[in-house]
């Protein structure tokens, strides 16, 4: 297949998996007894959707298509662009912090980049600040069938490098309960791809099943102040260590878009 097509495919996906989310998540909002929705803020190189809802505090669903050159020593790190920095890129990333802190916040993202090599990114992963076994045992069991049914050593490698990854070396502590995380997948592109489709529609479903189940529940501000301090960590993580972050700012990347992933308010002890 011409990478043209495949760049295609990949687009028109990225754009039908950021209307399920949202729609998703409006649904949601509408449930709750909100008519809050997304609001949408077109830019040159896709559309930033973000709400401030009374299930979502603050949540972003952000598509991105974007075509240029990587600063010559950030394309040192980029996969073929030895001779030529040249790039294409599109995706499809997701931030949701909720209002109640017996949900967890959840983050996800896909992504399709081409320089000379062609390849797809991309993982979920979700922080909790209140312990919840029972959710994290779902949470796994449900990204394990999904691996599963593609390649069955896919889970245990892409939960391992979530792991690694969500980490945060200054405060000796993983992020959250991890999730899985993958990159430079150019083995098969038809079954990456089919790969990178059904991953997109578990985060869909998964956030939807998490939020309904615990939407309605009563909290209390110590949750609430717990809740807080975690999402200190979650800033330090992504302005430290997130290598989306540094990819978006690297490839002239919407700043907003980029750094939607902040949380609305935060603590720091």
């Known amino acids: 297949m011409k990478i043209k097509k495949k760049q295609k495919l990949a687009k028109e996906w990225f754009i039908k998996l950021q209307n399920i ?13 909100s008519n809050k929705k997304f609001k949408k803020k077109k830019w040159k190189h896709g559309e930033l959707r973000i709400i401030k809802g009374e299930v979502i505090e603050k949540g972003g669903v952000a598509f991105s298509n974007v075509i240029g050159k990587f600063p010559k020593e950030f ?19 997701v931030v ?32 909790p600040c209140l312990v919840d076994n029972k959710e994290k045992k779902y949470f796994h069991n449900e990204l394990k069938k999904t691996c599963n049914f593609h390649d069955k050593k896919y ?23 991890g999730g899985i995380f993958f990159d430079y997948k150019m083995d098969n592109w038809e079954k990456d791809f089919s790969f990178v489709k059904d991953v997109g529609i578990t985060f869909a479903y998964l956030a939807k099943k998490i939020m309904e189940k615990k939407m309605f529940l009563k909290w209390t501000q110590k949750e609430k102040e717990i809740q807080l301090v975690k ?10 260590y997130d290598r989306g972050t540094k990819f978006g700012l690297n490839s002239g990347g919407n700043p907003d878009a980029i750094l939607m992933s902040m949380p609305p308010n935060a603590k720091w002890k």
């Open 21 to 33: 989310i949202c729609n998703n998540v409006e649904q949601l909002e509408k449930e709750y007894g």
């Open 75 to 93: 394309a040192k790190k980029i996969p073929g662009t030895k001779n030529n920095t040249n790039f294409w890129s599109s995706g499809v990333s």
């Open 96 to 127: 949701f912090h909720p209002k109640n802190p017996k949900i967890p916040a959840m983050h996800f993202n896909t992504r399709f980049i081409c320089t000379q090599k062609n390849w797809f990114g991309g993982g979920m992963d979700v922080t």
């Open 155 to 177: 889970y245990a490698k892409y939960k391992k490098w979530c792991e690694e990854y969500f980490y945060l070396p200054h405060r000796e502590e993983p992020r959250g309960i």
């Open 231 to 240: 999402r200190g960590r979650y800033v330090e993580f992504n302005l430290l």
